[in-house]
């Protein structure tokens, strides 16, 4: 099992930058595959990022792409999501997933985070 908690959240006007970061427990995180999904208000969780477990892999909604990057540091236990030009539609509650497996797909992740809050002014 492993444990997930999202930071680096805020608010941020639109053209800007922020760096998430989602911190996990235990010690087997390199067997994880590891995603970011959002949630806009009122709207429904969208998948945005996922990457293997190496880090070798990834894959990104046609959204973000160009946009953002998600990276790993299996030796911090660490997932990012660099997010450069943020736009207004951007805006949401951003959680880190997690399952066991090598590659960097969009579904079937079996632990979640709380989420991490941003929020794109125009």
């Known amino acids: 099992q492993v444990q997930l908690v999202e930071s680096g959240g805020g608010l941020v006007q639109a053209g800007g930058s922020l760096r998430l970061s989602c911190a996990a427990s235990?010690?087997?995180?390199?067997?994880?595959?590891m995603a970011w999904f959002r949630q806009a208000p009122g709207k429904d969780r969208e998948f945005v990022a996922a990457?293997?477990?190496?880090?070798?892999?990834?894959d990104y909604a046609d959204s973000v792409k160009g946009r953002f990057t998600i990276s790993r540091d299996n030796a911090k236990n660490t997932v990012y999501l660099q997010m450069n030009s943020l736009k207004p539609e951007d805006t949401a509650v951003y959680s880190c997933?997690?399952?066991?497996?090598?590659?960097?797909?969009?579904?079937?992740?079996?632990?979640w985070g709380q989420g991490t809050e941003v929020t794109v002014s125009s």
């Open positions: 997933a997690a399952a066991e497996g090598a590659l960097a797909i969009r579904k079937k992740y079996d632990y």
């Open positions: 990457i293997s477990r190496r880090g070798d892999s990834t």
């Open positions: 235990g010690r087997t995180f390199s067997s994880y595959r």
